[in-house]
């Protein structure tokens, strides 16, 4: 019989061993999708997204219950200890915040809840940004023909003036047009 408590994941390409308490909670009513799902996804993913999130404050979308339900966002490290996850500690005793450090990292974090990983637009040194976003979220009655529209048609303004640009998801419904900067300004 299936443990539905506990399951044990050994990590691809890695010594750690991630202990998934309630595996086979449903996640998202909508799909069936488990917590173990998103665990196995995020393992397949890690490599793709560790660019996109080494050497950056993190922030994650947390959803304790079902992706449908209430969700909250975590700016800010608390004090558990998860592998391939570090503190960033800032100046005048702001509260730390969160590193992803390894693919490890996304696994772990995802045993937590975590849904989606949102970085910030500039590294660790937290005072040059080197990106730029334009945040394509769709209002009520937009479909995603148009959001999609909305993306190629910034793509050919910023390549108009000379902007290089990349398209990536921002979650469930829209969509991020990023553009690299220099690191010249605060």
């Not at 993190?58 to 998860?82: C, T, W, Y």
């Not at 209002?139 to 902007?163: C, D, I, K, P, Y």
Request: net charge positive; glycine share 6%; aromatic share 6%.
């Amino acid at each position: 019989m299936k443990n539905l408590l506990r399951q044990t994941v050994t990590l691809k390409k890695s010594s750690s061993t991630l202990s998934i308490t309630h595996p086979d909670r449903i996640i998202d009513s909508k799909s069936g999708l488990t917590k173990l799902d998103l665990v196995r996804y995020y393992q397949l993913v890690g490599d793709l997204m560790m660019p996109h999130l080494k050497h950056r404050p993190v922030s994650f979308l947390r959803a304790p219950g079902d992706l449908n339900k209430e969700l909250f966002f975590q700016k800010h490290a608390d004090n558990k200890i998860l592998s391939g996850v570090k503190k960033i500690y800032q100046p005048d005793d702001k509260p730390a915040l969160i590193e992803i450090t390894g693919k490890e990292g996304i696994a772990f974090s995802s045993q937590c809840n975590v849904i989606e990983f949102h970085t910030h637009n500039g590294d660790l040194s937290l005072d040059k940004l080197d990106r730029m976003i334009f945040d394509l979220d769709p209002g009520e009655n937009v479909q995603w023909q148009q959001v999609q529209e909305a993306a190629q048609l910034m793509r050919v303004f910023l390549s108009q003036l000379h902007l290089p640009a990349f398209l990536k998801t921002s979650g469930c419904k829209g969509l991020h047009v990023v553009v690299p900067i220099l690191k010249r300004h605060d």
